[in-house]
Protein backbone atom coordinates (compact mmCIF):
# COMPACT_ATOMS: atom_id res chain seq x y z
CA UNK A 1 0.00 0.00 0.00
CA UNK A 2 1.10 3.36 -0.77
CA UNK A 3 0.97 5.17 2.78
CA UNK A 4 1.93 8.43 4.24
CA UNK A 5 5.42 7.87 6.37
CA UNK A 6 7.48 10.73 8.25
CA UNK A 7 10.55 11.23 6.68
CA UNK A 8 13.06 11.58 9.22
CA UNK A 9 15.96 11.20 6.90
CA UNK A 10 17.07 14.55 6.73
CA UNK A 11 17.02 13.98 2.82
CA UNK A 12 14.65 16.84 1.66
CA UNK A 13 14.07 15.42 -1.65
CA UNK A 14 14.37 11.19 -0.99
CA UNK A 15 13.50 9.99 -4.72
CA UNK A 16 11.91 6.55 -2.38
CA UNK A 17 9.64 8.99 -0.39
CA UNK A 18 8.56 10.78 -3.27
CA UNK A 19 10.69 13.61 -3.28
CA UNK A 20 9.30 16.80 -2.51
CA UNK A 21 6.64 16.72 0.00
CA UNK A 22 2.75 18.12 -1.23
CA UNK A 23 -0.25 19.05 -0.10
CA UNK A 24 -2.92 18.74 -2.83
CA UNK A 25 -7.13 18.48 -2.44
CA UNK A 26 -9.14 18.25 -5.76
CA UNK A 27 -12.77 17.44 -5.53
CA UNK A 28 -14.67 15.15 -7.77
CA UNK A 29 -15.40 18.01 -10.18
CA UNK A 30 -14.87 18.51 -14.12
CA UNK A 31 -12.47 21.71 -14.72
CA UNK A 32 -11.38 23.36 -18.06
CA UNK A 33 -8.49 21.38 -18.64
CA UNK A 34 -8.92 22.15 -22.70
CA UNK A 35 -11.75 24.27 -23.16
CA UNK A 36 -10.62 27.82 -23.41
CA UNK A 37 -13.87 29.66 -21.59
CA UNK A 38 -13.44 33.14 -23.16
CA UNK A 39 -14.03 31.21 -26.81
CA UNK A 40 -15.74 28.50 -25.47
CA UNK A 41 -13.50 26.39 -28.09
CA UNK A 42 -11.49 23.19 -27.66
CA UNK A 43 -8.17 24.86 -25.84
CA UNK A 44 -4.62 23.30 -25.11
CA UNK A 45 -4.14 21.59 -21.83
CA UNK A 46 -0.58 23.31 -21.46
CA UNK A 47 -1.82 26.99 -21.93
CA UNK A 48 -2.83 27.69 -18.17
CA UNK A 49 -0.11 26.49 -16.99
CA UNK A 50 2.06 27.27 -18.85
CA UNK A 51 2.17 30.81 -19.40
CA UNK A 52 2.56 30.92 -15.34
CA UNK A 53 5.79 28.82 -15.78
CA UNK A 54 6.93 31.41 -18.71
CA UNK A 55 6.29 34.28 -16.81
CA UNK A 56 8.10 32.74 -13.62
CA UNK A 57 11.17 32.30 -15.65
CA UNK A 58 11.17 34.72 -17.92
CA UNK A 59 10.20 32.77 -21.28
CA UNK A 60 8.44 32.97 -24.26
CA UNK A 61 6.52 29.70 -23.48
CA UNK A 62 6.80 26.64 -21.99
CA UNK A 63 5.18 22.95 -21.58
CA UNK A 64 4.96 20.49 -18.62
CA UNK A 65 5.34 16.41 -19.84
CA UNK A 66 6.17 14.08 -17.28
CA UNK A 67 9.23 14.57 -16.11
CA UNK A 68 12.76 15.84 -16.99
CA UNK A 69 13.89 12.61 -18.68
CA UNK A 70 10.90 12.95 -20.99
CA UNK A 71 11.76 16.72 -21.54
CA UNK A 72 14.90 15.67 -22.80
CA UNK A 73 13.53 13.21 -24.69
CA UNK A 74 10.89 15.03 -26.14
CA UNK A 75 13.40 17.85 -26.97
CA UNK A 76 15.91 15.53 -28.59
CA UNK A 77 13.29 13.88 -30.86
CA UNK A 78 11.71 17.02 -32.20
CA UNK A 79 14.50 19.38 -32.32
CA UNK A 80 17.62 18.67 -34.07
CA UNK A 81 15.65 17.50 -37.56
CA UNK A 82 18.08 15.15 -38.83
CA UNK A 83 21.12 17.34 -37.92
CA UNK A 84 23.79 16.34 -35.10
CA UNK A 85 23.76 17.22 -31.10
CA UNK A 86 26.88 18.47 -29.78
CA UNK A 87 27.65 17.54 -25.86
CA UNK A 88 30.46 17.86 -23.60
CA UNK A 89 32.21 14.48 -23.16
CA UNK A 90 31.99 15.82 -19.48
CA UNK A 91 28.38 16.08 -19.45
CA UNK A 92 27.70 12.80 -20.62
CA UNK A 93 25.58 12.30 -17.10
CA UNK A 94 23.72 9.13 -15.88
CA UNK A 95 21.45 10.64 -13.47
CA UNK A 96 20.45 7.30 -11.89
CA UNK A 97 17.74 4.64 -12.36
CA UNK A 98 19.12 4.25 -15.61
CA UNK A 99 19.12 7.41 -17.33
CA UNK A 100 22.06 8.21 -19.70
CA UNK A 101 22.14 11.14 -21.49
CA UNK A 102 23.78 8.90 -24.57
CA UNK A 103 21.00 6.64 -24.32
CA UNK A 104 18.20 8.89 -24.22
CA UNK A 105 19.52 10.81 -27.29
CA UNK A 106 19.99 7.05 -28.70
CA UNK A 107 16.13 6.56 -27.89
CA UNK A 108 15.15 10.19 -29.60
CA UNK A 109 16.96 9.59 -32.54
CA UNK A 110 18.99 11.94 -32.45
CA UNK A 111 22.68 11.76 -33.81
CA UNK A 112 25.01 12.70 -30.59
CA UNK A 113 28.21 14.29 -31.21
CA UNK A 114 30.86 14.26 -28.43
CA UNK A 115 32.70 17.07 -28.01
CA UNK A 116 36.06 17.83 -25.87
CA UNK A 117 37.08 15.48 -23.35
CA UNK A 118 36.15 13.94 -20.00
CA UNK A 119 37.54 16.56 -17.85
CA UNK A 120 38.20 20.10 -20.43
CA UNK A 121 35.58 20.89 -23.15
CA UNK A 122 36.18 24.21 -24.67
CA UNK A 123 34.29 26.00 -27.00
CA UNK A 124 36.42 25.48 -30.01
CA UNK A 125 35.40 22.01 -29.77
CA UNK A 126 31.47 22.59 -30.46
CA UNK A 127 32.42 25.68 -32.87
CA UNK A 128 34.74 22.98 -34.73
CA UNK A 129 31.50 19.94 -34.29
CA UNK A 130 29.23 22.67 -35.93
CA UNK A 131 31.66 23.25 -38.73
CA UNK A 132 32.44 19.76 -39.28
CA UNK A 133 29.80 17.50 -38.02
CA UNK A 134 26.48 19.17 -39.07
CA UNK A 135 25.65 19.90 -35.71
CA UNK A 136 22.48 21.73 -35.37
CA UNK A 137 21.97 22.09 -31.61
CA UNK A 138 24.19 22.27 -28.55
CA UNK A 139 23.21 20.74 -25.12
CA UNK A 140 24.25 21.87 -22.16
CA UNK A 141 23.69 19.22 -19.12
CA UNK A 142 23.95 19.77 -15.79
CA UNK A 143 26.67 17.65 -13.62
CA UNK A 144 23.73 17.56 -10.82
CA UNK A 145 25.07 14.65 -8.97
CA UNK A 146 29.01 14.42 -9.13
CA UNK A 147 31.48 17.09 -9.88
CA UNK A 148 34.68 16.82 -12.04
CA UNK A 149 37.42 18.92 -10.05
CA UNK A 150 40.96 19.34 -11.03
CA UNK A 151 42.38 20.32 -14.36
CA UNK A 152 39.17 21.01 -15.65
CA UNK A 153 37.23 23.39 -17.78
CA UNK A 154 34.03 23.47 -19.22
CA UNK A 155 31.73 25.86 -21.76
CA UNK A 156 29.07 27.86 -19.89
CA UNK A 157 25.68 28.22 -21.05
CA UNK A 158 26.85 32.04 -21.75
CA UNK A 159 29.76 30.50 -23.81
CA UNK A 160 27.29 28.09 -25.63
CA UNK A 161 25.19 31.48 -26.46
CA UNK A 162 27.87 32.79 -28.72
CA UNK A 163 27.40 29.77 -31.21
CA UNK A 164 25.33 29.98 -34.47
CA UNK A 165 23.11 27.16 -33.16
CA UNK A 166 20.17 26.55 -30.62
CA UNK A 167 21.29 26.04 -27.15
CA UNK A 168 19.63 23.64 -25.08
CA UNK A 169 20.06 23.15 -21.74
CA UNK A 170 19.47 20.10 -18.99
CA UNK A 171 19.25 22.05 -15.58
CA UNK A 172 17.84 19.19 -13.94
CA UNK A 173 17.52 20.52 -10.31
CA UNK A 174 14.72 23.11 -11.50
CA UNK A 175 15.98 26.04 -9.77
CA UNK A 176 13.71 28.79 -11.00
CA UNK A 177 15.69 31.61 -10.26
CA UNK A 178 19.21 32.47 -8.58
CA UNK A 179 17.64 35.34 -6.79
CA UNK A 180 15.35 33.09 -5.15
CA UNK A 181 13.04 36.14 -4.45
CA UNK A 182 9.97 33.60 -3.16
CA UNK A 183 12.22 33.91 0.16
CA UNK A 184 12.22 36.64 2.80
CA UNK A 185 16.20 36.50 2.93
CA UNK A 186 18.63 36.17 0.53
CA UNK A 187 19.88 32.86 -1.40
CA UNK A 188 20.63 30.29 0.88
CA UNK A 189 24.28 29.88 0.46
CA UNK A 190 24.15 26.03 -0.40
CA UNK A 191 22.69 26.73 -3.21
CA UNK A 192 25.81 28.20 -4.78
CA UNK A 193 26.45 27.32 -8.38
CA UNK A 194 23.09 25.96 -9.06
CA UNK A 195 21.60 26.73 -12.49
CA UNK A 196 18.67 28.36 -12.65
CA UNK A 197 16.18 28.56 -14.88
CA UNK A 198 15.57 32.37 -15.36
CA UNK A 199 19.43 33.14 -15.68
CA UNK A 200 20.13 30.14 -17.64
CA UNK A 201 17.74 31.66 -20.61
CA UNK A 202 18.41 34.92 -19.95
CA UNK A 203 22.41 33.58 -20.58
CA UNK A 204 21.35 32.14 -23.79
CA UNK A 205 19.83 29.00 -23.28
CA UNK A 206 17.27 29.01 -26.15
CA UNK A 207 15.21 26.06 -24.37
CA UNK A 208 16.02 24.67 -20.73
CA UNK A 209 14.44 21.50 -19.35
CA UNK A 210 14.12 20.57 -15.76
CA UNK A 211 12.14 18.44 -13.31
CA UNK A 212 9.38 19.79 -11.11
CA UNK A 213 9.56 17.58 -8.14
CA UNK A 214 13.32 18.72 -7.41
CA UNK A 215 14.37 22.13 -6.16
CA UNK A 216 11.16 23.68 -7.48
CA UNK A 217 9.13 21.33 -5.21
CA UNK A 218 6.24 20.44 -6.99
CA UNK A 219 4.62 17.46 -8.46
CA UNK A 220 6.55 14.91 -10.35
CA UNK A 221 6.74 16.32 -14.24
CA UNK A 222 9.14 17.80 -16.59
CA UNK A 223 8.88 21.38 -17.94
CA UNK A 224 10.61 22.60 -21.26
CA UNK A 225 10.95 26.92 -21.54
CA UNK A 226 12.40 28.80 -23.99
CA UNK A 227 11.51 30.19 -27.11
CA UNK A 228 7.88 29.70 -28.57
CA UNK A 229 9.66 28.61 -31.50
CA UNK A 230 11.07 25.93 -29.85
CA UNK A 231 8.45 25.09 -27.40
CA UNK A 232 6.07 25.35 -30.46
CA UNK A 233 8.03 22.52 -32.47
CA UNK A 234 8.16 20.33 -29.33
CA UNK A 235 4.70 20.87 -28.49
CA UNK A 236 3.77 19.20 -31.83
CA UNK A 237 6.00 16.98 -31.81
CA UNK A 238 4.02 13.13 -31.62
CA UNK A 239 5.58 12.11 -28.92
CA UNK A 240 4.49 15.37 -26.86
CA UNK A 241 1.05 13.52 -26.90
CA UNK A 242 2.70 10.50 -25.18
CA UNK A 243 4.58 12.41 -22.28
CA UNK A 244 1.73 14.60 -21.73
CA UNK A 245 0.62 15.10 -17.86
CA UNK A 246 -2.47 14.46 -16.18
CA UNK A 247 -4.86 17.16 -15.34
CA UNK A 248 -4.10 16.31 -11.43
CA UNK A 249 -0.47 16.97 -12.18
CA UNK A 250 -0.92 20.41 -13.89
CA UNK A 251 -3.69 21.54 -10.71
CA UNK A 252 -1.18 20.56 -8.25
CA UNK A 253 1.67 22.15 -10.50
CA UNK A 254 -0.36 25.57 -11.37
CA UNK A 255 -0.59 25.83 -6.93
CA UNK A 256 3.32 25.33 -7.05
CA UNK A 257 3.89 28.21 -9.26
CA UNK A 258 1.13 30.50 -8.08
CA UNK A 259 3.03 30.38 -4.66
CA UNK A 260 6.35 31.29 -6.57
CA UNK A 261 4.32 34.06 -8.66
CA UNK A 262 3.32 35.32 -5.38
CA UNK A 263 6.51 35.13 -3.77
CA UNK A 264 5.37 32.94 -1.14
CA UNK A 265 8.20 30.61 -0.66
CA UNK A 266 6.43 29.32 2.93
CA UNK A 267 3.36 28.07 0.80
CA UNK A 268 6.14 25.42 -0.71
CA UNK A 269 6.85 22.64 1.45
CA UNK A 270 10.51 22.05 0.12
CA UNK A 271 11.21 25.57 0.79
CA UNK A 272 10.14 25.96 4.15
CA UNK A 273 12.00 22.89 5.18
CA UNK A 274 14.74 23.56 3.23
CA UNK A 275 15.22 27.58 5.29
CA UNK A 276 14.07 26.59 8.86
CA UNK A 277 16.07 28.33 11.08
CA UNK A 278 18.38 26.02 13.09
CA UNK A 279 17.46 27.32 16.06
CA UNK A 280 13.72 26.33 15.61
CA UNK A 281 14.76 23.25 14.92
CA UNK A 282 16.73 22.68 17.94
CA UNK A 283 13.67 24.00 19.76
CA UNK A 284 11.49 21.41 18.48
CA UNK A 285 14.06 18.67 19.16
CA UNK A 286 14.62 19.68 22.81
CA UNK A 287 10.45 19.89 23.13
CA UNK A 288 10.62 16.31 22.20
CA UNK A 289 13.68 14.97 24.12
CA UNK A 290 11.16 16.53 26.92
CA UNK A 291 8.01 14.82 26.10
CA UNK A 292 10.47 11.91 25.68
CA UNK A 293 12.34 11.83 29.30
CA UNK A 294 10.60 8.50 30.23
CA UNK A 295 10.89 6.93 27.36
CA UNK A 296 12.06 3.14 27.09
CA UNK A 297 15.01 4.13 25.02
CA UNK A 298 17.25 7.09 26.05
CA UNK A 299 16.30 10.33 23.34
CA UNK A 300 19.22 13.01 23.13
CA UNK A 301 19.64 16.09 20.95
CA UNK A 302 22.34 16.03 18.56
CA UNK A 303 23.44 18.66 15.79
CA UNK A 304 23.17 16.82 12.09
CA UNK A 305 23.64 17.52 8.37
CA UNK A 306 20.26 17.26 6.53
CA UNK A 307 20.93 16.93 2.48
CA UNK A 308 19.30 18.63 -0.31
CA UNK A 309 18.89 15.05 -1.86
CA UNK A 310 17.23 13.66 -5.05
CA UNK A 311 20.52 13.69 -7.49
CA UNK A 312 21.28 17.80 -6.50
CA UNK A 313 23.48 19.51 -5.42
CA UNK A 314 26.22 16.55 -4.40
CA UNK A 315 28.50 17.18 -1.11
CA UNK A 316 26.22 20.35 -0.05
CA UNK A 317 25.05 19.76 3.67
CA UNK A 318 22.39 21.58 5.73
CA UNK A 319 22.92 21.69 9.15
CA UNK A 320 20.14 20.56 10.85
CA UNK A 321 19.24 19.20 14.06
CA UNK A 322 18.52 15.24 15.21
CA UNK A 323 17.64 13.49 17.50
CA UNK A 324 19.35 10.16 18.64
CA UNK A 325 18.81 6.42 19.96
CA UNK A 326 21.00 4.24 20.35
CA UNK A 327 20.98 1.12 18.68
CA UNK A 328 19.27 0.62 15.14
CA UNK A 329 16.31 1.08 15.74
CA UNK A 330 14.97 2.10 12.43
CA UNK A 331 12.73 -1.33 11.52
CA UNK A 332 10.83 -1.11 14.49
CA UNK A 333 10.44 2.64 13.38
CA UNK A 334 8.86 1.69 10.39
CA UNK A 335 6.50 -0.32 11.78
CA UNK A 336 4.70 2.37 12.81
CA UNK A 337 1.34 3.72 11.76
CA UNK A 338 2.25 5.95 10.02
CA UNK A 339 5.59 4.79 9.46
CA UNK A 340 8.81 6.92 10.17
CA UNK A 341 11.70 6.63 7.93
CA UNK A 342 15.21 7.12 9.66
CA UNK A 343 18.38 6.81 9.51
CA UNK A 344 21.71 4.93 11.25
CA UNK A 345 24.76 5.99 11.77
CA UNK A 346 27.41 4.41 13.65
CA UNK A 347 25.20 2.27 15.81
CA UNK A 348 22.58 4.88 16.62
CA UNK A 349 19.34 5.94 15.46
CA UNK A 350 18.97 9.61 14.21
CA UNK A 351 15.71 11.45 13.30
CA UNK A 352 16.31 14.89 11.81
CA UNK A 353 13.60 17.39 12.44
CA UNK A 354 14.60 19.52 9.19
CA UNK A 355 12.67 17.04 6.85
CA UNK A 356 9.87 16.07 9.49
CA UNK A 357 6.93 18.67 9.56
CA UNK A 358 6.34 20.60 13.15
CA UNK A 359 2.87 18.88 13.10
CA UNK A 360 4.09 15.65 13.00
CA UNK A 361 6.65 16.44 16.39
CA UNK A 362 4.08 15.08 18.69
CA UNK A 363 3.59 11.71 16.83
CA UNK A 364 7.59 11.33 16.93
CA UNK A 365 7.26 11.65 20.72
CA UNK A 366 4.55 9.19 20.74
CA UNK A 367 6.11 6.49 18.70
CA UNK A 368 9.41 7.37 20.60
CA UNK A 369 7.64 6.96 23.65
CA UNK A 370 6.48 3.23 22.76
CA UNK A 371 9.90 1.94 21.17
CA UNK A 372 10.86 -1.33 23.14
C1 LIG B 1 17.16 14.61 -12.26
C2 LIG B 1 17.65 14.93 -13.61
C3 LIG B 1 17.02 14.42 -14.73
C4 LIG B 1 15.84 13.49 -14.62
O1 LIG B 1 14.77 14.16 -14.07
P1 LIG B 1 13.40 13.36 -13.75
O2 LIG B 1 12.42 14.46 -13.52
O3 LIG B 1 13.67 12.55 -12.54
O4 LIG B 1 13.09 12.55 -14.94
C5 LIG B 1 17.50 14.76 -15.97
N1 LIG B 1 18.58 15.57 -16.10
C6 LIG B 1 19.22 16.09 -15.04
C7 LIG B 1 20.42 16.96 -15.27
C8 LIG B 1 18.78 15.80 -13.75
O5 LIG B 1 19.40 16.31 -12.69
Known amino acids: MLTPVINATGVLLHTNLGRAPLAHHQDASFFNLELNLASGKRGSRQHAV ?5 SAVGAEAAIVVNNCASAVLLALAALPQGRGV ?3 RGEL ?10 DVMAQSGARLVEVGTTNRTRLA ?3 NAIQNDDVGLALHVH ?6 IGFTEAVSIKELGTLDVPVLADIGSGLLDAGCPWLSGPPPTWLAGEPAARQSLADGADLVMFSGDKLMGGPQCGILAGSR ?4 KCASHPLARAVRPGGLVLSSLQTTILSYLNRDGTAIPFWRQATTPIDDLRQRADAVATQCAGAPVAVGVIDTMAVPG ?3 LPGVEIPSVGLRLE ?3 SRRLRFEDRPIIARVEGGATVLDLRTIDPSDDDAVAAALNTLT
Open 50 to 54: GSLIA
Open 86 to 88: AVS
Open 93 to 102: VEIGGGFRVP
Open 125 to 127: DFD
Open 143 to 148: QSNYRI
Open 229 to 232: ELID
Open 310 to 312: GGT
Open 327 to 329: GDM
